[in-house]
């Protein structure tokens, strides 16, 4: 993740209004931390790709539950958005047409 400012969000704020799809961001400010890219939301929440040994895979995630330590980064190009997609629909067994 590249060098970014850490969004100051107040807690009546929607976090969603700063994420879109392929938007990157961490949990934590120290080491551990997590690192994920927002993908979308369905009925059981948002959904967010982390990579994971190497491919990325496709979690639901409480983005909201992580508002006091989430910091928002950059947006992935198109490419990189799609390079994405392609890994995870791999690494779940799935053939893309």
């Known amino acids: 993740m590249s060098p970014e400012k850490k969004h100051s969000i107040k ?3 929607d976090i969603h209004l700063l994420m ?3 938007r990157r961001f961490r ?6 931390r997590w690192e994920a890219v927002f993908w979308g939301e369905d009925a059981d929440g948002d959904i967010v790709a982390h990579q994971e040994k ?7 995630f409480n983005i909201q539950k992580a508002i006091d330590q989430l910091v928002v980064g950059d947006l ?3 490419s990189e958005i799609h390079t994405l997609e392609q890994d995870a629909i791999q690494s779940m067994g799935i053939r893309a047409d």
Request: proline share 9%.
């Open 20 to 22: 879109e799809r392929g």
């Open 11 to 13: 807690h009546d704020t």
């Open 27 to 32: 949990v934590g400010p120290q080491e551990p």
């Open 76 to 78: 992935m190009s198109v």
């Open 54 to 60: 190497g491919h990325w895979r496709f979690v639901h």
